[in-house]
């Protein structure tokens, strides 16, 4: 029995066999067998009906071209952002090359190149014997002189061998050939006294005498006591822009509690100040003082005071006896019991404490 040749016509969403529905749906059919075998006008009317093919990409092209003539195809992409002109021309100047550079532009370009390159810690960096023992006095890590060599701020060393660079409050001075370090430093704040004139002074003077004798204390507006830690830890350099933590303490107070507050009103002459030093037993170095300039050019000068201190300290020199330096253990107890006393003989419950 010869089986019946495939009907080209093709059904689709049809019922399927054996099932019937209410409603037929409508076939839709296509003749997959196209015939171009016919005469030029019926392949042309037929290629008017079809689509445009798409644009080739570029990539197929390029094989397309490369497989014809059988040969890798190469571009060279040349750019010029800044063209010298015409090299003809006797006006057009070529670009300097690098050996003609100036020598800061040398070595500015060499190292922001090994600046990219290069980690922090792998930086050249040779210890010496005082070098190492200011680190460790100082508290300085090796990897801040790598940074400072790498990020720093470069100065000028009278010696021409030596180099100076600044980063972070702190100077480090090493060779330029072998980097060698040769030490460490701290760079200060410059602080300065204030001018006070005769009417001044008379005046802190008589607001001593009111809030010192008076016997309602009425007339004040606060009384604030500070304990400042004198202690041998205070001696550590790990503070932007002073020597110790001692004199980061005195910056401090100078700066942010009395300075600050004057300026912009916070505080007046009626805001007495008592200042004790906490170290093996408990000192007041400041005793209910009027917050004026008067009591800033003190504290100014218990800073000086502590920077050249360390100076001394680090020269193996002795140290003047009225200089506050740190030294010894830090007791809190007697500090404490103490600052707790003169806030209570002094309270009238009629003013703050602090």
């Known amino acids: 029995k010869e089986e019946a040749a495939p009907s080209p016509v093709l059904s689709r969403n049809g019922p399927a066999e054996g099932q019937h529905g209410e409603h037929k749906r409508k076939q839709v059919t296509f003749n997959p067998i196209i015939d171009l075998t016919g005469t030029n006008d019926e392949k042309e009317s037929y290629r008017v009906l079809m689509p445009p093919p798409p644009p080739p990409s570029s990539r197929s092209a390029l094989n397309d071209m490369s497989s014809n003539t059988g040969t890798n195809i190469s571009f060279k992409l040349e750019y010029d952002p800044d063209p010298v002109g015409d090299p003809g021309d006797p006006a057009a100047v ?21 600046n990219t390159r290069m980690r922090t810690s792998a930086i050249t960096l ?13 508290a300085i890590p090796r990897r801040d002189i790598q940074a400072a060599v790498r990020y720093g701020k ?8 030596k180099l100076i660079f600044e980063y972070q409050g702190k100077r480090h001075i090493v060779t ?3 980097r060698l370090h040769i030490t460490s430093m701290v760079t200060t704040v410059n602080l300065k006294n204030k001018i006070i004139g005769d009417i001044e002074w008379r005046k802190h003077e008589q607001d001593c005498h009111l809030i010192h004798h008076s016997e309602t204390h009425i007339e004040w507006n606060s009384h604030s006591v500070l304990v400042v830690d004198r202690s041998g830890s205070m001696r550590n350099s790990d503070v932007n822009g002073c020597r110790t933590r001692l004199g980061a303490v005195w910056l401090s107070i100078a700066k942010d509690f009395v300075e600050y507050r004057l300026e912009t009103g916070m505080a007046s002459s009626m805001d007495a100040v008592t200042i004790i030093l906490m170290g093996e ?3 007041v170095i400041i005793d209910r003082w009027p917050t004026d300039r008067v009591l800033y ?10 920077e050249e201190a360390d100076i001394l300290y680090h020269k193996r020199k002795d140290i003047p006896q009225s200089f506050i330096r740190p030294s010894g253990h830090g007791c809190y107890g007697p500090s404490l019991k103490k600052a707790q006393e003169m806030l209570v003989k002094y309270d009238d419950s009629s003013s703050p404490m602090q």
Do not use: C, M, W
Request: aromatic share 4%; no cysteine.
């Open 94 to 114: 070529p670009p300097a090359p690098t050996s003609q550079l100036e020598p800061s532009k040398q070595r500015s370009a060499t190292s922001s190149a090994t």
């Open 281 to 283: 037993g408990a000192d």
């Open 154 to 161: 470069e100065l000028v060393h009278p010696d021409p061998n």
């Open 126 to 138: 040779i210890d010496t014997n005082h070098g190492r023992q200011r680190r460790q006095e100082r």
């Open 297 to 306: 050019n003190r504290i100014v000068r218990y800073f000086h005071d502590s």
């Open 176 to 178: 330029k050939e072998d």
